[in-house]
């Protein structure tokens, strides 16, 4: 009769679904076993439950301390002199609950000293001008507002313009509007999505994501950029694992074929090792000056094939090999004709001779130009070492192109 009596007292307060609906998965039964938890049991005073005890808690709490009138009024069971007496005595007053509170607070102040970290300011974010070098690099991202110029799918919102709900709307219209309100939410995710991934990996500033890409070997450079495409399906610090891993496992693979060279050579120890490799690097040399001595032997006797096996060596080792060998008496390029190019109507006279000498596209001055003058502006004076920073050509053409804006007063010297 108490187990009826507990079922229905059950079903009845609390309305469970597994008895409502007679809901059984694997082993669980529609029948079970329960229990009726009450809160009409004192914890600090005989004359209050626990119920009372949180009423009172969410009562000081809504109407402020020392409002015991309308603490009563909120709890109704109580008086004011008792609300007060009550909350005075055991959650003021007690001395079990300073202690605990007081060990609390120094455990906390204990947790933060070991754990707090200096301050340090931040530094002033970056601030690209619009359409500059740099913030082509950092694909638009304007630190200072946390966003990007051009959003992606930017111009998602034109679908959403014209669209008007009213009461006129038949029901296939007005769902047809939710529908495409619906579509531009899904847009908006995949905008954030995107957003999550730069944010996540690091991909703000590219030349910077270059430069750590470079401190791996060729073939993971490879690797690299084979699977950069997979990076938005892991996370950043599986991925750079990853990664990681397949560097490991090329450095590996390497020593292993050094060591089977080794074996192979019948060198059992390091010290010989060293001499080994000493003599492999002295035989190479040599081989290579051999090879090279015969191409040359073979090309002496006709001048446009040693020109152009002399252009090959440059380009594999520097100009600086082989300096008496490059005809000294060498044809500059011809002027470059601007003749309908774009952008030439924006040049004066000058900077049309700049850019035929220079041999540079007047688009492409246009930009450097701009780039120049907009970093002078900002620093208040330009070093040639910030230009060569700021657009990367070749240095001469760099530094006519500095020396022509100082000269015309476009730029000054820092």
């Given at each position: 009769m108490?187990?009826?009596?507990?079922?229905?007292?059950?079903?009845?307060?609390?309305?469970?679904?597994?008895?409502?609906?007679?809901?059984?998965?694997?082993?669980?039964?529609?029948?079970?076993?329960?229990?009726?938890?009450?809160?009409?049991?004192?914890?600090?005073?005989?004359?209050?439950?626990?119920?009372?005890?949180?009423?009172?808690?969410?009562?000081?709490?809504?109407?402020?301390?020392?409002?015991?009138?309308?603490?009563?009024?909120?709890?109704?069971?109580?008086?004011?002199?008792?609300?007060?007496?009550?909350?005075?005595?055991?959650?003021?007053?007690?001395?079990?609950?300073?202690?605990?509170?007081?060990?609390?607070?120094?455990?906390?102040?204990?947790?933060?000293?070991?754990?707090?970290?200096?301050?340090?300011?931040?530094?002033?974010?970056?601030?690209?001008?619009?359409?500059?070098?740099?913030?082509?690099?950092?694909?638009?991202?304007?630190?200072?507002?946390?966003?990007?110029?051009?959003?992606?799918?930017n111009y998602a919102e034109w679908d959403l313009r014209d669209i008007d709900f009213v009461e006129d709307d038949s029901d296939i219209l007005h769902a047809l509007k939710i529908a495409v309100v619906d579509i531009y939410h899904s847009r908006l995710k995949e905008r954030q999505r995107r957003k999550k991934i730069i944010r996540d990996h690091g991909l703000i500033n590219l030349r910077k994501f270059q430069i750590l890409e470079r401190r791996y070997p060729k073939e993971v450079q490879d690797l690299y950029e084979t699977m950069r495409r997979f990076a938005r399906i892991l996370g950043p610090v599986e991925h750079d694992k990853f990664i990681e891993s397949h560097a490991l496992e090329f450095e590996l693979r390497r020593e292993i074929k050094r060591l089977q060279e080794y074996r192979a050579a019948g060198i059992t120890n390091f010290c010989s090792a060293r001499t080994y490799d000493h003599l492999k690097k002295t035989r190479d040399e040599e081989r290579l000056k051999r090879t090279m001595l015969s191409e040359v032997l073979q090309y002496i006797q006709d001048s446009s094939a040693c020109q152009q096996w002399l252009s090959r060596q440059a380009d594999m080792y520097g100009l600086s090999m082989f300096p008496s060998l490059v005809p000294a008496g060498r044809r500059s390029a011809p002027p470059l004709n601007l003749t309908g190019l774009p952008g030439t109507e924006k040049l004066n006279e000058k900077e049309k001779e700049l850019c035929q000498m220079v041999r540079l596209v007047p688009g492409a001055y246009l930009e450097y130009k701009a780039a120049l003058v907009n970093e002078c502006n900002k620093q208040g004076g330009l070093r040639l070492a910030q230009a060569r920073a700021l657009i990367k050509i070749d240095v001469n053409k760099t530094r006519k192109i500095y020396d022509f804006l100082i000269r015309e007063g476009y730029i000054t010297k820092a």
């Open positions: 108490f187990s009826r009596q507990k079922r229905v007292t059950q079903c009845s307060s609390f309305v469970l679904q597994c008895f409502t609906r007679g809901f059984e998965y694997k082993k669980h039964q529609s029948d079970h076993t329960y229990e009726i938890m009450t809160s009409d049991f004192p914890v600090l005073d005989p004359n209050w439950t626990a119920q009372e005890e949180m009423a009172l808690l969410e009562a000081v709490m809504d109407c402020g301390f020392g409002n015991w009138q309308d603490v009563a009024n909120q709890m109704c069971t109580k008086s004011k002199e008792e609300c007060e007496k009550h909350y005075m005595k055991h959650f003021i007053n007690n001395p079990l609950f300073a202690s605990t509170l007081l060990n609390l607070k120094q455990a906390e102040e204990a947790q933060h000293n070991e754990t707090a970290i200096p301050f340090h300011p931040a530094d002033d974010p970056p601030r690209p001008t619009f359409d500059s070098l740099l913030s082509r690099d950092m694909a638009g991202y304007m630190p200072a507002r946390a966003d990007f110029v051009e959003e992606f799918d």
